[in-house]
């Protein structure tokens, strides 16, 4: 199957400072590429569509000016998460979009733990 | 709103197949079914799609009903390492993937 790498898998950092998650599709080329964010004990919860070239679409309730997502290449995606709090302390996940013909599939990032401390 | 439901928690015998039930009265004809896994703290696993057809791959089979109101996932041998949370999604080619809280199945020896 396809692989997304996601760097770094855990990062701990200091309230009011940046953090910046990098997502890759290694076998191939993703146009669409997805970020979601994870509470513990809850499901996913899809936070903004990353299209390659262009601006992304951000879901309901998400600030755009605090989750900058950046999707400058067909393989990589970023997420950077400005002046981070302790609320934002969560799991990213990512995901890319495997066009085959006929079905969609989407392949899964290992995750990246933020602590906020 | 959810576009499907499954149950809460579902326990199986190891080596005792495995049937994860799901229902998506609402769905659409031009969408799928997918299911996912996710072990704990790592991201969601790939398992199977369809559309109408039932289908079978080296992890798991899926039956969907006639209708397609409904659709099983069956795993035929589970192992300890099934034990996660199996998500059930209904998705078309435009749509993102998006998660319900999914069934956590618990494989005991």
């Known amino acids: 199957g396809a692989v997304v790498s996601q760097h770094p898998s855990w990062v701990i950092c200091k309230s009011g400072t940046s953090v910046k ?9 993703a146009t669409t590429m997805f970020w979601y964010r994870q509470f513990p004990k809850q499901s996913l919860m899809l936070m903004a569509t990353s299209n390659e070239g262009s601006k992304a679409t951000y879901e309901q309730g998400v600030e755009k000016d605090k989750f900058l997502i950046n999707h400058a290449s067909l393989t990589l995606s970023t997420l950077t998460v ?3 709090h302790p609320e934002d302390s969560s ?3 990512c995901s890319a979009r495997v066009p085959r013909t006929g079905t969609y599939e989407q392949y899964f990032g290992p995750g990246t733990r933020l602590t906020v401390t | 709103d959810a576009k499907t439901t499954q149950p809460t928690s579902m326990d199986c015998a190891e080596g005792r197949a495995a049937n994860l039930p799901c229902n998506h009265s609402t769905i659409s004809g031009n969408e799928y079914v997918y299911w996912y896994r996710q072990i704990h703290s790592q991201g969601p696993q790939y398992i199977i799609h369809g559309l109408k057809n039932n289908e079978t791959n080296e992890m798991a089979s899926l039956i969907i009903t ?9 795993l035929p041998h589970a192992t300890l390492r099934d034990t996660a949370v199996y998500y059930c999604i209904v998705s078309n080619n435009n749509n ?4 319900g809280a999914g069934t956590r199945l618990t494989v005991k020896p």
């Open chain 1, 21 to 29: 998650i990098e997502c890759r599709s290694l076998d191939f080329q």
């Open chain 1, 91 to 93: 799991f990213y996940i």
């Open chain 2, 96 to 99: 993102d993937m998006r998660f």
């Open chain 1, 82 to 84: 400005t002046s981070a």
């Open chain 2, 66 to 74: 006639e209708d397609r109101k409904s659709s099983t996932l069956i």
